[in-house]
């Protein structure tokens, strides 16, 4: 969100009675659901505009039945929408290229967004973390770690996660901690508020969103917006080795180094990091509580929490296993290099299911892993020709697939294994050209999956 729309003075005590809002992008993740209960519930007339039909949002328009004063304009997004409202509500996932979003921010209507609502009257303590990659499992591990070592208080979960917080405000006391994933769409936003986390957490930075943000520029200034508000009495994690290491910050930098974590039921280098990342961002949490509380000694970090953390949904996720093969769904990993990661975190012949939507980023490392390490590969999606052609001059005899269907490319795969073979779904790339969302995708593997495993265990053909 750009310097040219005003930021509405919002507080606790603003009275919302009566008052035009206009909320433009409903969604299905959440954060719009959340946005239109609040403000319906404190009296506001709100508008609902959406690109998108009542079919496709008839689960969110559903969940809001009970609501009175609530007005929707769906299947396109018009000026006639917002051009009366006091303030307009922006989902993350407009881009700043959008018509209507353009002419918004020279109009002079206040804008904010579901997470910059919540920040302006949460009156918690904050971690924030980002990044390309791992953001999402240090977020969780962060919040799991966090709140078996809290001595007093809560920690809650939120943002980009899947979780908005904007319905709890009024349970979330000060002495308690939010954890909060965030997006560089929720980033670009939070920066026109000098948003300041008490802890910043940046796992990595790699390309990304591209074709929403532009320019990699565009998308780094958004990612260290996090960085950018804080001040010395503020804690950031920056994990050692990568860019992100010599970002600017005033917050004293803080990391664990290497401590001796416990079993882990997460694979890969890469979710050792991740731990380590939330241990280091717990530690100062630590250290302000104590502050907080005039203590001179912090409450130590609940290690062994590490040992109870369940891996996430579609996050490297073992979901069946049958006749010898184990099938991961990794949908998550929509960037080359969170998949290159899933690829080095097994010994097992692979048989990989990738590709997707395209998101303008540079693929010809995720071709040459895919050439290196696996047995066999299905292709999917926009970006299947343009990841068959890397890989084919790479390693031209690999047996690859260019799939027409998650199906077609799921019964190929599984042709292709043998037992003692992972049968992984890790793309690399977005999911918007065959499916609603990530999500949707890996919970269509995820069917087709243990579907197969049943099948066998059954005895049926």
């Not at 299911?353 to 693929?363: F, H, I, P, R, Y």
């Not at 999500?439 to 269509?444: A, H, N, S, V």
């Amino acid at each position: 969100m750009t310097s040219g729309s005003p930021i509405f003075p919002i507080t606790r005590d603003t009275d919302w009675h009566g008052r035009r809002v206009t909320v433009m992008g409903l969604g299905s993740f959440g954060g719009g659901i959340a946005v239109v209960r609040f403000f319906a519930e404190r009296g506001a007339r709100v508008l609902v505009s959406d690109r998108k039909d009542e079919s496709a949002l008839a689960e969110s328009i559903a969940s809001l039945a009970d609501l009175a004063g609530v007005e929707y304009r769906l299947g396109s997004n018009e000026w006639s929408h917002v051009e009366n409202a006091e303030l307009v509500i922006v989902n993350p996932a407009v881009p700043p290229s959008d018509v209507i979003y353009r002419r918004l921010m020279t109009s002079g209507i206040p804008c904010s967004t579901e997470i910059g609502l919540f920040w302006q009257l949460n009156r918690s303590r904050v971690i924030g973390v980002t990044g390309s990659n791992g953001k999402s499992t240090t977020t969780a591990l962060t919040h799991h770690v966090l709140d078996a070592s809290l001595a007093t208080g809560r920690a809650w979960l939120g943002g980009n996660i899947g979780g908005s917080l904007l319905l709890r405000l009024d349970e979330i006391q000060p002495e308690d901690w939010v954890v909060l994933e965030l997006s560089s769409f929720q980033l670009k936003a939070l920066d026109r508020i000098k948003a300041r986390p008490d802890v910043a957490v940046v796992t990595n930075f790699a390309p990304n969103h591209l074709d929403w943000h532009g320019t990699l520029d565009d998308y780094r200034e958004s990612k260290q917006a996090l960085l950018r508000w804080q001040t010395e009495d503020d804690f950031c994690v920056l994990t050692p080795g990568e860019v992100v290491a010599d970002w600017p910050s005033q917050a004293q930098r803080i990391h664990a180094g290497n401590p001796e974590l416990p079993p882990m039921r997460l694979r890969g280098n890469h979710n050792r990091e991740n731990a380590i990342n939330a241990v280091s961002a717990v530690t100062a949490a630590m250290l302000i509580d104590a502050r907080d509380r005039g203590e001179s000694k912090p409450s130590p970090v609940a290690l062994t929490a590490l040992s109870t953390f369940l891996p996430l949904p579609h996050r490297l996720a073992s979901i069946a296993a049958a006749a010898g093969r184990t099938f991961y769904d990794d949908s998550i990993a929509t960037t080359p290099e969170s998949a290159i990661a899933a690829l080095n975190s097994f010994d097992e012949p692979i048989v990989l299911l990738a590709g997707g939507s395209d998101k303008k980023l540079d693929l010809s490392e995720f071709a040459a892993a895919i050439a290196k390490s696996v047995k066999a590969v299905a292709l999917l999606g926009t970006t299947g020709p343009k990841l068959d052609e890397l890989i084919s001059a790479r390693n031209p005899g690999l047996v690859r697939l260019q799939a027409d269907s998650l199906r077609s490319a799921f019964d190929w795969a599984v042709a292709q294994s043998s037992p003692g073979d992972v049968v992984l779904l890790s793309p690399g790339c977005a999911s918007l050209d065959w499916f609603r969302n990530f999500k949707d995708r890996g919970e269509q593997f995820t069917k087709l999956a243990t579907d197969w495993c049943d099948r066998l265990s059954s005895g049926a053909p």
